[in-house]
């Protein structure tokens, strides 16, 4: 995909998931990887109103080439891209149900979100659940790094999700998959739950991947 095709399929998807309620006013940010360094939503914009030639572009190196000024938080994308092999996208919304989640007490921090689902399951895998920090504050990359590549996604403490992929399209899937599951485990509440056994959980990875 050229660099203006990028652009366009970035503010579109990022205005679908506005549209929805995914994000509101200016939270959340989306960028993805392109031949010659990343594409990122510029700080302060609404995902639902992005002009893709204001679309913030950032080389290999974090400069910023192009656009407007990018967002505060490239360092949650950055973690992942240098962390995980083959990410192409990495979405961060403020969605209702995944950032209560991570704001709950006694939840386990390296499996926050049960496999009630095969779906959360291929698509998101285990979520983790990093320590709070001041948003903008760059030590937050460091939490994600030193999970070492093992998640493909976290929740930031009393923040949010964020959510990394092979592509743009398979990142916003994935994104919306965690929403809609803790929206799921929020409803059930204290209801008794039938998770997956890690035997099924064991079978979707062999299938699937």
Same mark, same amino acid.
């Given at each position: 995909?050229?660099?203006?095709?990028?652009?366009?399929?970035?503010?579109?998807?990022?205005?679908?998931?506005?549209? @929805?309620?995914?994000?509101?006013?200016?939270?959340?940010?989306?960028?993805?990887?392109?031949?010659?360094?990343?594409?990122?939503?510029?700080?302060?914009?609404?995902?639902?109103?992005?002009?893709?030639?204001?679309?913030?572009?950032?080389?290999?190196?974090?400069?910023?080439?192009?656009?407007?000024?990018?967002?505060?938080?490239?360092?949650?994308?950055?973690?992942?891209?240098?962390? @995980?092999?083959?990410?192409?996208?990495?979405?961060?919304?403020?969605?209702?149900?995944?950032?209560?989640?991570?704001?709950?007490?006694?939840?386990?921090?390296?499996?926050?979100?049960?496999?009630?689902?095969?779906?959360?399951?291929?698509?998101?895998?285990?979520?983790?659940?990093?320590?709070?920090?001041?948003?903008?504050?760059?030590?937050?990359?460091?939490?994600?790094?030193?999970?070492?590549?093992?998640?493909?996604?976290?929740?930031?403490?009393?923040?949010?999700?964020?959510?990394?992929?092979?592509?743009?399209?398979?990142?916003?899937?994935?994104?919306?998959?965690?929403?809609?599951?803790?929206?799921?485990?929020?409803?059930?509440?204290?209801?008794?739950?039938?998770?997956?056994?890690?035997?099924?959980?064991?079978?979707?990875?062999?299938?699937?991947?």
């Amino acid at each position: 995909m050229n660099e203006n095709k990028a652009r366009d399929h970035l503010a579109r998807l990022s205005r679908s998931l506005f549209e @929805r309620g995914y994000s509101v006013g200016s939270a959340g940010n989306i960028s993805l990887r392109l031949d010659d360094g990343y594409l990122i939503t510029p700080t302060n914009s609404c995902l639902g109103f992005l002009e893709p030639d204001r679309i913030s572009k950032l080389d290999f190196e974090g400069k910023h080439v192009s656009g407007d000024k990018p967002s505060k938080e490239i360092f949650l994308h950055t973690a992942f891209y240098d962390t @995980r092999a083959n990410v192409g996208a990495v979405v961060h919304l403020h969605s209702t149900y995944a950032t209560l989640m991570s704001c709950m007490k006694d939840i386990d921090p390296e499996d926050c979100i049960r496999p009630l689902t095969p779906y959360v399951v291929m698509r998101v895998g285990k979520v983790a659940r990093v320590p709070y920090f001041r948003p903008g504050d760059e030590r937050g990359g460091d939490l994600i790094r030193a999970l070492g590549g093992k998640f493909a996604a976290v929740l930031l403490a009393n923040h949010g999700p964020v959510v990394s992929g092979k592509d743009i399209i398979s990142t916003v899937y994935a994104a919306e998959e965690l929403e809609e599951t803790a929206k799921l485990l929020v409803s059930l509440g204290n209801t008794p739950v039938n998770y997956l056994t890690d035997d099924e959980v064991a079978d979707l990875h062999r299938v699937f991947g």
